[in-house]
């Protein structure tokens, strides 16, 4: 793999997983803020499909539907279908929890399930990426 490339998937990588820190930080707040949580999860998501899709020479273009992206990354790799399809359910993260409505905040319980999803997501990615591309601890 050429070392340009290598380089921008690190650094998707290492935005990525700094959003699933971020996520894993807040869940352990007291009191945990799960709304925060939520919307971190969800972004890592999008960053670990997109990551993906660059590594298999596709553009990244300006959407956030989990689904699209996900749909996309299914045609080069469909072991990936349980974890995309769980991952989807985070799409609902990206608007609802970033301003006030009618909505109840996510339970601990909820939160700590998409943090989960979200992480496990990024695992299956990181095994189908050269480890050359892994993020520098």
Request: with cysteine.
């Amino acid at each position: 793999m050429l070392p340009e490339k290598t380089e921008v998937l690190r650094e998707w990588l290492q935005k990525s997983a700094q959003d699933l820190q971020v996520a894993q930080y807040l869940l352990k707040a007291k009191p945990p803020f799960t709304e925060s949580a939520c919307f971190h999860a969800r972004q890592c998501a999008e960053k670990f499909l997109k990551t993906y899709l660059i590594s298999k020479e596709v553009r990244p273009w300006k959407t956030h539907s989990i689904e699209e992206i996900g749909n996309k990354a299914l045609k080069f790799e469909p072991t990936l279908k349980k974890y995309i399809r769980a991952a989807e359910k985070l799409s609902d993260y990206a608007v609802t929890v970033r301003y006030p409505g009618d909505d109840d905040p996510p339970t601990l319980k909820a939160a700590t399930t998409c943090v989960k999803v979200a992480k496990t997501l990024f695992e299956q990615i990181l095994k189908r990426l050269p480890k050359e591309c892994h993020p520098v601890s």
